[in-house]
Nanobody, 118 residues
Framework: QVQLVESGGGLVQAGGSLRLSCAAS????????MGWYRQTPGKQRELVAG???????NYADSVKGRSTISRDNAKNTVYLQMNSLKPEDTAVYYC????????????WGQGTQVTVSS
């Protein structure tokens, strides 16, 4: 049973920074990739940043230049460093893991709230 546990969310002022962490446990298989999504009420969940096993990354235009996704393969943990936060970054952030052979996340974390005050 794979579990993804996020941490690091919270309340921060605009212009501040947060570092989200997602620790994966319960699987002996490596993930092909991991990512961070976010969702606000009434909107679809959107990809914020992703990283594949080879280390390549991709970012949503809205966070490009302000956020960095990284991965510690030995710890099966993925991080999202977010800087210069804006009120529009306020959302619930979800960690996701992709299994080999699938283009959609196979596992989700429970979500962590990020609130950016103006």
């Amino acid at each position: 049973q794979v579990q993804l546990v996020e941490s690091g969310g919270g309340l921060v002022q605009a212009g501040g920074s947060l570092r989200l962490s997602c620790a994966a446990s319960g699987s002996s298989f490596s993930f092909s990739g991991m990512g961070w999504y976010r969702q606000t009420p009434g909107k679809q969940r959107e990809l914020v940043a992703g990283i594949i096993s080879g280390g390549s990354t991709n970012y949503a235009d809205s966070v490009k230049g302000r956020s960095t996704i990284s991965r510690d393969n030995a710890k099966n943990t993925v991080y999202l460093q977010m800087n210069s936060l804006k009120p529009e970054d306020t959302a619930v952030y979800y960690c996701a893991a992709y299994m080999y052979g699938s283009s959609r996340p196979g596992y989700w974390g429970q979500g962590t709230q990020v609130t950016v005050s103006s």
